[in-house]
């Protein structure tokens, strides 16, 4: 069965822009060797296939045999990536300073000691000016073997400063290096476990930290250093639930590269990051107004030449960009609107299938199933939901939990009553075997084992006595995921007040939006006396 993930040719030439595909043409009509014609016969033709399929790229390849095959899929994938190389060094500090580095040591190797030191020491200027300090370490290095093994005239001068030199990166390096491990780490935790669930959850995160953080880390004043310190704290602070240290340390992350907007462009990435856990701190907090702020900052930067000209970073905005307009649907009630966004969606995430990774796809799914889910359209909500269930990832136990429990709210509304004891017994073993029940879920499952045959009279009686209790627990840190993935109290507060769940939050936006006007302008006529 052809499988189109299955080789890595097919998939780097899937990904190449055509203005890639067209350099890489003229690339190789540089040489035009009989090998070379081959590959570019072998390029047409592994760009025609809709999916990897060996025996029918062979048969569009009448000169080539299966035992050459894989010798010319070797030569042509470096080829393309050399091709790509070339065509994509101005736009990248590091392809430049390692093509530096490579003629600085072509110039050591013809014995042109001074001329590969003057190279050296543009390189390691362009190096300090983006922290490069990785490129610092290989650059001093060839330096003091140039200094070392020949005479070069400037040894007595330059023997301390290189030693210093040396010294101060290498340390450089080990700080940077541990503090970018911790905060892989922090990241990994929350990738695979979610939320801390209780206090056990959150001792084990906090002694962690603890042990694992070096002792003078709050020292450092280097951009990279504070830049990965910012991210454990922000990964800390979201796993624990502390959304207004998750909001702190978002700004923070977002200033550094305010402070030094050179860093943008090196570390576009990390600043793509920081943007879209800004706003979803933003969301967490309901802080309508910085919401929109913060996101309009990003669409703007993601209609950059800086963004719309790398893949990676494309992708990476349309996904975070797009996670924060579903939740701007959730903070303003406006459900049905939000569903024009679906087909888009969808079309973007097969366009970019072979890019986003699975974390991503199973967040985006929960997100339009909430969306059809909040709009009223059950079936579809369920349709989403059983991509989440049905996929065997072991990731994100909470967002496999609460896919479940959303699909048993689904059915709940859609009056499946006859399948709401098994559902509710399945999904509850599931999540109490993931050690993953808060008090409201437990609340939440009492509720619906009682109420599925109670007259509407009845019910709404036991709504309202549901919505007490939970209300109860909103201001817990613990049980704050329950309201952040389901808005549990506006569903309930639905059925209380008889009115649509997308009525019930809009109210609250506007409520809030009007509370916000009230405050700006007593403050502006506080500052106008």
Known sequence: ??????????????????????????????????????????FDALDKLNDYDEKALLKKLPGIEKPQLSNLKTHLYKQILASLRLLKSADSIDLQLNEMFDYAHILYKKGLFQQSLRLIDRAKDTAKANQKFNFLALALGLEKRIETLHITHSMQMRAEQLSAESLEVSGRIDMVA??????????SWYIKNGHARNEKDELRIKQFLKEQLPPNAWEQTGFYERLYLYQIYNWYAFIRQDFLMYYRYSQKWLDLFEEDRLMIRVETGHYIKALHNLLNAHFDLRNHQRFETTLRQFE????????????????????????????QVFMRGNFKEGLSMVPEIEQKLAEYDLFIDRHRILVLNYKIASLYFGSGDYATCIDYLQRIINDQVDMRNDLQSYARVLHLMAHYELGNFELMESLTKSVYRFMAKKENLTRVEEEMFKFLRTSFHMSRHSVKAEFEKFLEKIKHFEKNRFETRAFAYLDLVSWVESKVFMKPMSEIIREKYLTSKKRVYVAETAKRSVAAK
């Open 178 to 187: 541990r503090l970018s491990n911790l905060a892989l780490l922090v990241y």
């Open 300 to 327: 703007e930067f993601a209609l950059t030449d800086r963004v719309r000209e790398n893949d990676n970073f494309r992708i990476q905005s349309f996904v975070y960009i797009t996670t924060a307009k579903i939740n």
């Open 1 to 42: 069965m052809a499988n189109r993930f299955s080789d890595t040719l097919f998939q780097l030439i899937h990904s190449l822009e055509k203005a890639e595909k067209r350099h890489f043409k003229l690339y190789i009509k540089r040489s035009s060797t009989k090998e070379d014609l081959k590959i570019v016969q072998l």
